[in-house]
């Protein structure tokens, strides 16, 4: 499975948004974003002073379709095929490609708290630690349907990893399209979310542009 491997806190800088990337880092006094708010590279501290270069509308589309992809972990060919999924879906296909991408299965432990990160999401997902409806799932990309309920494995209980994870999870907010039994170590998708529900750092629309010109 391609992944992207550049540093997480300089895909940060590039998008100029925190894109939560790193788990806890992120929410500290350590994260890069706090010191160094622009884009790496040698031009990165120019662009600080004032001197920023100019955008064409192609660019900006371009970096939204950037932070949507790095947002949700994904390659270029994998994003590629989700949008023209929603392209062909009835309705509004900003809004379908935000809900293909928000019900994948490792975005929904991310949301649910089970992880720190999306990456760390898939990782999870891959080593066989979540269930959906009690059966093994071990591929990050399934597609949750409403009424789904995503379980910790409970061969997973004893890892090192939940013993430090699953006491935290009683304090996770939660949207509120998901629920979360903290006890039984078990989330279920609710409803399926709409743009407004969602804490997003990209426009939808223009990626829907990017992809239409």
Known sequence: ???????????????????????????SIACPMLKRDYAPGVHGPASKKGRKKRISSYGIQLREKQKAKRTYRLMERQF?????????????????LLQILELRLDNLVYRLGFATSRDLARQLVTHGHITIDGKKASIP??????????????????????KTQLPKLAKVEIPSWLAL?????????????TRQDLPISFDPTMIVEFYSR
């Open 80 to 96: 590629k095929l989700y949008f023209t999924k929603a392209s062909k879906m009835p309705g509004d296909t900003s809004e379908n």
């Open 141 to 162: 990309s399934i597609q949750i349907k409403v009424g789904q309920k995503i379980s910790v494995s409970a061969t997973a209980n004893d890892k090192a990893y939940w």
């Open 1 to 27: 499975m391609a992944r992207n491997l550049d540093p997480k806190c300089k895909q940060c800088r590039r998008e100029g948004v925190k894109l939560f990337l790193k788990g806890d880092k992120c929410f």
């Open 181 to 193: 039994d903290s006890a039984k170590h078990e989330g279920q998708l609710v409803s399926v979310p």
